[in-house]
Structure formats: C-alpha cells, structure tokens
C-alpha cells in the first residue's frame, strides 16, 4: 500500500536530526523550542470495522482538532505535520506491522486504506483543509522521536509550528498481522525466541534481564505489584484512557498474584493492552509560543538511543549499559542532572522493563538494586515520591502517549487529580524499550 506525499520537503538528511551519541554537548535550540498542545481521542479495545466515527482517521482528526484549540492556534498557522503512518504504529513492528486490505473498502475519504486502519500526513493535510504545510516527511516512528524530530525541525527553521501525531489502531485477531505472524511456523533464529502470538520476540527479551536482575539484586516478579496497581490508579485519573472508559475498577495486588503467567515471570498484569486511539501535540518556537492559549512548555533536549546486543537474547548488563548511557546523552544534552529531575515517566510497555530506566536516571536516588525498595515505599502522585504519574501504558492502554501528555500537564499545573504535590519544574519522558527509543526533557523554563 503506497501513496504519493507532495507534501515532503525535507532539506536535511532524513536521520540527520537524531541525537543518538555522547559528547554532542547542549542541544543548540535548547529552549527555543517550546510544547503548546495537546489533544487526545478516546481509547477503544478495537474498532469494529463499522463505526466511521471511530476510524483511525477520525481520531486522529479528532486529536489533532483538540490539539490545535489547545494552543489557540488555526489550521492556517500549522506548517509542519510529523505522523507514524505505520499498522501498530512505529518501527518496532517491522514486517509484522505491514498488512494488506482486509475489506471492501467505502466512499471517500474511505476508499481505501489510509483513515481505516492508517494514516499519513497526504490523507490528514486533504481532509483537515490544511493550506500551509512546508514540512511532513514521510516517517514511521513512534512518539519519542516523532517529538525529537519535529523538535529539531522547529529548531532548524523547516517548519514554525509542527503537528505531531501517533495514531495506534486495533482489530479483531492477531495484533501484528503482517511477517511471520502471518506463517504458521518460526523460521531461522526465530524459532528460539517468537513463540506463537509473540511480536518479536519481547517477552523474551524483559523476561531474562529481569530474572537475571533477580539473582544479582534479589527480589521476585511478586516485588513489582506496587508498580503495577500504581500504573493503574494514575491511568484511571486520565478522562481518555481506556481503562477510565470502559474498565473503571481497580486491580487489587491480589489480583496480580492470581493473573496468568504469560512468560514466568510475566504475568498478564504486567502486560499492557493494545488499543486503537490516536493523540497529538503541537510544538512552535518559543517566540511564537508567548502568543498561545497555554503556557509554553520549554523542550530542554531531545535524544535517541539505539544499544547494539551480540546475540538474540539481551543480557542484564547489556540493558544497564544501554539504559545508562541514554540517561548520559540526555543529563549531557539538556544541561541537567539527575536530582534536577521532578516528573519521570519512563516507558512501561512491560512493567519489567521500566525499572532499568528508574535506576539507570537516578530518579529520585534510586540506584541499581533499589527499585523495589522503591515501589513499596510512597509512589503515589500526592505522596513525597511520585513516579510515572501518567500511568503509563499500563494504566491507559497501549496508547504509548501518556507520559508525554502527563509531563506536559504537570508543568503546566493542570493534571487535576493526578498533579503531584512536589515540585514540578523539569519532567523526562520517554518512549524506549531498554535497547532503544526517544527522550524529551520539558521545562517551565527556557534557561
């Protein structure tokens, strides 16, 4: 499924705006760039392949029109559009995320493909009437670096005011489609670490870190439950998520023990749940940004990180190499340290991994061994040590936008129930399994 993009003027290199090795010292637009909107749909299990108002497309239509009245600003006054156009959304899916048609198709706009099941910026710029787009290269990426890159673009003078948008879809069946979840035999070195229904190979890769991390540290899988029912609690604060729509009740840690083991010593619980939903934000320069509706929220520094491994199964110490040199690039890239740190939401698309992002950015003195100590101690949003007050994925479904709306609501001070009570000055956010990812620091301030 192919379609033309006219609207593609890049004069960069296409990777050039990543930030992905130390020693680049201060991000050059470090605060010259600046978060003005928000904007969410509503989180559904599935779409029905029925509703129109439910499609993919008009969801993001939908996000993309909350975000714009958010920032005060018109269709007229947005230049660029940064959207994954991806089935699952983001480049994890590979092969697996690349599906074809699967039914008669409609009138338009919904004649084919693209606002069903997908969208990309030709199909969003048609529909919403855009006039003005100088910048929408065509990318699959997800949320951490769709901000990084759109960061970088507003910073480099390619667009002034950039829509980012990260659509998710959903259907009956397999979650990832495409590759070999569509055979019925793991070929190769597959065979080893895709058991049947796994996307990749994920269960496999938090799944032995974390054993290992066990034995070296001490602690169960039972030790995490506290992150876990935490997670949900702060996704229930979200009017949007799912679990806040259509399963409002609240995992007790008893429920935990008693789940399923998906992969000893993932449990169902530690799983989040694919969603279809679609969010946006809208950044500018921090010039413009003073003539908005909300108070600007100051992008500090944007980083990738992308860890080589030696074989098919990732080592603890891989992940606590990898895992401390993306907090490196970031404290190096924003000017910052870890006890300047107020609002961490780090990635939890398996409540095994996130963890080694808690110790790895010192959030709060937490160092190598000290999670646990840390879960069972006060995490909630009003209480002295608050922690991923999204709620994550977890929390929300896999939405896999949640930290970044949260970050930038508590530094606006308008997260309702969810504002923490401490100090809320510089939150860090990320969308990064162990091995790779983005990262974004927000400030209140430019300096």
């Known amino acids: 499924m192919t379609t033309e993009n006219k609207y593609m003027f890049q004069s960069q290199d296409p990777l050039s705006w990543r930030r992905q090795k130390e ?38 239509i939908l996000a993309c029109e909350r975000a714009m009245e958010d920032a005060g600003v018109t269709k007229d006054q947005v230049d660029g559009i940064l959207i994954c156009s991806e089935h699952i959304a983001g480049p994890t899916g590979g092969t697996e995320a690349n599906w074809g048609p699967t039914r008669p198709y409609l009138d338009p706009p919904y004649d084919s493909e693209w606002g069903l099941t997908v969208v990309n910026a030709k199909w ?5 009437g855009f006039k003005n787009i100088r910048y929408a290269p065509d990318c699959s990426l997800m949320p951490g670096e769709l901000f990084g890159q759109a960061s970088q673009a507003v910073g480099d003078g390619l ?16 979650y990832r489609r495409g590759g070999a979840n569509a055979q019925d035999y793991a070929k190769g070195n597959a065979q080893w670490s895709v058991p049947f229904g796994n996307h990749g190979g994920n269960d496999f890769i938090n ?9 070296r540290y001490g602690g169960s899988g039972d030790d995490i439950a506290p992150f876990v029912i935490n997670q949900h609690i702060n996704g229930r604060l979200n009017w949007w998520g799912y679990y806040t729509i259509h399963e409002p009740y609240i995992p007790t840690t008893e429920d935990y023990l008693a789940s399923r083991y998906i992969l000893r010593p993932l449990r169902l619980w530690d799983c989040d749940r694919p969603v279809n939903a679609s969010s946006a934000w809208l950044v500018s320069t921090s010039e413009r940004a003073q003539d908005m509706k909300q108070k600007p929220i100051y992008i500090l520094n944007h980083n990738q990180s992308n860890y080589p491994t030696r074989s098919s199964q990732t080592t603890l110490n891989e992940i606590e190499a990898a895992t ?5 690039m970031l404290f190096e890239g924003s000017g910052i340290g870890p006890a300047d740190i107020d609002v961490f939401n780090p990635y939890d698309g398996f409540s095994l991994m996130t963890q080694f992002w808690l110790e790895a950015f010192q959030y709060q003195g937490v160092k ?9 101690g006060d995490i909630s ?23 970044f ?43």
């Open 124 to 128: 969003l710029i048609d529909q919403m």
């Open 23 to 60: 020693g680049l010292g201060i991000w050059e637009h470090r605060g010259k760039v600046a978060a003005v909107g928000l904007g969410h749909s509503p989180v559904d299990r599935r779409w029905d392949e029925k509703d129109l108002n439910s499609t993919l497309g008009a969801y993001t």
């Open 368 to 376: 190598r061994g000290d999670a646990y100590a840390y879960y069972a």
């Open 324 to 328: 401390d040199r993306a907090a490196r």
């Open 207 to 215: 799944v032995f870190p974390h054993t290992e991390y066990n034995v």
């Open 381 to 403: 949003v009003k209480g002295p040590h608050p922690f991923n007050s999204s709620g994550g994925n977890l929390g929300n479904g896999r939405t896999r936008s949640a930290m």
């Open 405 to 447: 709306v949260d970050s930038m609501e508590q530094l606006r001070g308008t997260a309702g129930e969810r504002q923490v009570t401490i100090k809320a000055e510089i939150a860090v956010c990320g969308l990064a399994p162990p091995m790779a990812g983005g990262w974004v620091t927000f400030s209140t301030s430019p300096d």
């Open 159 to 174: 667009c002034h005011t950039c829509l980012i948008i990260y659509p998710v879809g959903n259907l009956s069946g397999r």
